[in-house]
């Protein structure tokens, strides 16, 4: 089933569950980069340690060099490409939280260390199974990382902007709105703009659930009886037009700052 996920950069992707072949390829084609890559890693770092350490010492300089290849480059390489790596941008899969935001260091991380066990020491055959009988072709270390794989299609599309409710901007304008947690604001951005497609008991449920939450960085809390997507839409629409404000008088200082340093000093002429 197809299935919408909102990126750290504002744009919603049509997306849905990674097949289990396509999966498989793009796992072979990072096993091969990160064998070629680990082979080589070990091989320097073997040809530079042979000459001035022992049998253990070597060893640990091996064993290390093939934690970083194995565990430290793809958490980095996940974590900076929000769930992406070279064999899943060819097959067009990004891995994305269970409940649709991008990965963090943590859960590439976990993904990573259990790879070790599950893709290397197993030969990939735990990954396989696991992918195999899970509905949405996770691995263990999915299951453990609370993340998932996705097919991401190539349709991009922006979503439509938040509009502040007018019953509700004399009251925002005034309000203290402490910064919102990333994973938070993300959430009640996803849920305004997938609302009148989503189930009506689960946008009711949500709906309340996201406006609790938020309701804890604002004060005063809204006027009794605001609808929570309201309260929400209000929120972000505030938070929105406060950072374009702020933006907007940094450029201006910034411009006035730069005009009054290559001021010429005073009853000096301009030649120009």
Partial sequence: MSEEILIGEGVLLDARPASFATRILAAVIDVLVVGIASVLVVTLAVSAAAFTLDDAAIAAVVISALAIVTVVVPTLVETLSRGRSLGKLVMGI???????????????????????LELWFTAGMVAILTSIVHPQGKRLGDLLAGTYPVRVRSGQKALPPVVMPPELARWAAHADMRRLPDGLALSARQLLGRADRLNLGSRARLGIELAGQVEAYVAPGPPPGTHPERFLAAVLAERRNREYAHAVEVVRRTAAETAQVERLPHGVPDPH
Avoid: Q, S
Avoid at 94 to 114: E, K, M, S, Y
């Fill in 94 to 116: 990004r891995i994305v939280r269970d409940d649709g935001g991008p990965v963090r260091f943590r859960h590439a991380f976990v993904r990573a260390l259990t790879g070790v």
